[in-house]
């Protein structure tokens, strides 16, 4: 299969490093089998090319260690240790390893493995998130088989992310990146904290083992993000977002999402428990109620169950065998058998042995025989001795009797008459006031649990609760919530005469984001500087409040002369032609000519300076704005594309990483 790699770790796209380490390997054959062809990508790790198998002429993906990293024996014997654990992985959702080895000629460290052709999940949830229903669910269920495979064979992934999941040209889910981890977490440079620590568990941030349960919290966290276009827990830096996956509560997809059903609440939810202990015990559970929810979505079934409604039932321990005569092995009483329960009988003690009585003494008379009888003590009969000691038993029989009688009394008055019960109403969303007011009408306690700075909800609202909306609870039992302080305010930075790429990352230094950008002609601001801003700068903006800026074009040029317009030209009978490149066609243009086809040629030769373009042309005619022309093209090509558009005024503009190269109106 072919692919553009864009797996982290794998190697990303954009990350430096690809790039300037492509240049020493193209054309290079690596141990005498892979041809290297050219660079796809780079990433904390390793730097990916792809390659030509001469030995079964297939495209394959060579991954080389970076040459940086190449110095530390530690992490490269872990490396070559996590990747020599993946090669007996072959799953569909798993990028199959085909070679793990060293280079004869320089010890150069390699991995050949699947090329994918497609681009990876962070880059899909970036366009396209939130994802429908069906998507998440089927894209989840996808990477928990993977999984699932995995943890059979005993291989920990360890850093699940958005970045190394491959989505192919036909919907394939692709998950890679197996046998990085343990090397990965040697290094700490900000870069590689800022992608791995969103998608970690707390045990897993703290510097633990990579385990199967740190995986599938993981997987929560992205299925949470194609949910929501979220992360659960956002933060300015690494440390920040460590701690808020430790400290605060498991947030629910339902507060960004309302469409998501209770049933992927619940799920997310679960896998995103604070303890191992909390989480789906395997891949395997996590699954099932992935299943479960597709079938639902399938069918119409009722999505409003939750796994973490299940109680957990700990197995009960087996009972000791009987043996024929009734009498447990280990020689326990014997047990009578009822449908409800087993209850074991005391044995009655053994009766005292009496030694023999001697033989009355021989009597003078009858009347002496008579008087000796008499007067001597009679032997207890067997049913005296068991009626003396059932006594104390049905005394004892008779009290647990009356004891169970209230005890049935007392619970036939709870559940045939259960305390009165309030249904908890929906409170994200409202203020604390009304909360409040809700409490005091529903009869039930409102508990405030954190008070936090929230970026989309305004000061005093709501936005997470527990239990649920929907839950019964008694009268008076508390309900927690956690309130926002709103958004945090920053300062206006000032960015005027600054590029635009020194404006940008200085407006997201503080917390803030481009908004509108437009451009005006200038003849004292540099041309592609900021001209102009709006808020001003020193004003106090809420967090990722947006900032509009004025772009310079520089001094404006004399107008160009006016060179007249053909007429429009409209054969008969035949239908009209297109002109050349940059030529007009009538089309029933009449007078007016609002309905001309007019067909221009754009070319554009793209800088040859070591990177990437994305190239954009969009065009405004009679019916409105539209993209013709949107690709991602080498350095130094030559973009040629010819652009149809009605009417008598269209202006045409070229778009270069998303800055405004040209923009003209005829």
């Known amino acids: 299969m072919d692919n553009e790699l864009t797996a982290a770790d794998a190697p990303e796209r954009g990350t430096s490093g690809g790039a300037s380490a492509a240049p020493g390997m193209i054309n290079r054959v690596v141990a005498e089998r892979y041809e290297v062809l050219e660079a796809v990508g780079s990433g904390p ?37 996590g990747l020599a654990t993946v090669l007996s992985l072959n799953h569909p959702n798993i990028t199959r390893v085909y070679d793990v080895g060293e280079d004869e000629g320089d010890g150069l460290l390699f991995v050949a493995e699947e090329f994918v052709r497609g681009i990876d999940l962070k880059e899909r949830i970036r366009r396209v ?26 291989v920990v992934h360890g850093d699940l992310r958005p970045q190394n999941v491959l989505i192919g040209p036909e919907s394939q889910i692709k998950m890679t990146g197996f046998g990085l981890a343990g090397a990965q977490s040697l290094l700490s440079d900000p870069d590689t904290l800022l992608r791995t620590i969103p998608y970690a568990a707390p045990d897993v941030s703290q510097g633990r083992t990579p385990t199967q349960s740190g995986d599938l919290y993981a997987l929560g966290v992205v299925l949470f993000e194609m949910l929501t276009g979220d992360l659960p827990y956002p933060g300015d830096g690494p440390i920040q977002i460590a701690l808020r996956h430790a400290q605060d509560p498991v947030p629910t997809p339902r507060t960004l999402n309302p469409g998501v059903p209770r049933a992927l609440e619940g799920i997310v939810q679960k896998a995103l428990g604070k303890r191992a202990g909390e989480r789906y015990a395997s891949a395997s559970g996590l699954l099932a109620d992935l299943r479960a929810v597709r079938d639902a979505l399938r069918y119409g079934k009722s999505l409003s169950w939750s796994p973490q409604d299940r109680p957990s039932t700990p197995e009960a321990p087996a009972s000791a065998p009987v043996d024929a005569a009734g009498a447990s092995a280990a020689g326990a009483p014997p047990k009578r058998e009822s449908a409800d329960a087993t209850v074991v009988m005391p044995t009655p003690p053994a009766a005292k042995s009496r030694p023999p009585r001697p033989a009355p003494v021989a009597a003078v008379g009858a009347a002496a025989a008579v008087a000796t009888a008499a007067a001597r003590p009679q032997p207890e009969t067997r049913e005296v001795r068991e009626r003396n000691w059932l006594l104390p038993l049905n005394l004892l029989l008779l009290f647990l009797v009356l004891a169970g009688a209230a005890a049935l009394g007392w619970m036939t008055v709870y559940f045939v008459t259960p305390p009165t019960e309030v249904v908890v109403p929906q409170l994200v969303g409202k203020t604390a006031e009304e909360a409040r007011e809700l409490a005091a009408q529903e009869k039930f306690a409102l508990k405030v649990v954190d008070e936090q700075f929230r970026d989309k909800e305004p000061m005093g609202v709501i936005y997470q609760m527990n239990p649920s909306a929907g839950y019964r609870i008694r009268e008076n039992k508390p309900v927690s919530v956690w309130v926002s302080k709103g958004p945090k305010l920053v300062e206006v930075p000032d960015v005027r005469d600054m590029s635009i790429e020194k404006a940008l990352r200085l407006l997201r230094q503080s917390g803030l984001r481009m908004g509108e950008r437009t451009s005006e002609f200038d003849p004292l601001v540099a041309r592609g500087n900021v001209l102009r801003q709006n808020p001003e700068p020193g004003e106090n903006r809420p967090r990722n409040s947006p900032v509009d800026l004025v772009l310079s074009k520089g001094e404006e040029p004399p107008p160009p002369p006016v060179e007249p317009e053909p007429e429009p030209v409209i054969p008969e009978p035949a239908p009209p032609q297109n002109g050349g490149a940059g030529g007009e066609t009538g089309e029933g243009g009449g007078a007016g000519g609002e309905d001309r086809l007019r067909v221009f040629t754009i070319r554009y030769p793209v800088p040859n300076d070591a990177q990437q373009h994305r190239v954009r042309i969009d065009v405004t005619d009679k019916d409105g704005t539209r993209t013709v022309y949107d690709e991602v093209v080498e350095p130094g090509a030559r973009v040629q594309h010819d652009v149809e558009a009605v009417g008598k005024s269209i202006t045409i503009r070229l778009y270069d990483n998303d800055a405004l190269r040209s923009e003209q109106t005829r």
Not at 57 to 79: D, S, W
Not at 135 to 146: F, G
């Open 45 to 81: 790790l390793l730097q990916a090319f792809r390659a030509r198998d001469r030995a079964l002429n297939r495209i394959v993906a060579v991954k080389t260690l970076r040459p940086a990293l190449a110095g530390q024996p530690g992490l490269v014997e872990r490396l070559r240790a």
């Open 129 to 154: 998130a939130p994802f429908s229903l069906t998507a998440a669910t089927d894209v989840a269920i996808a990477l928990a088989e993977a999984l699932e495979f995995a943890h059979a064979r005993g």
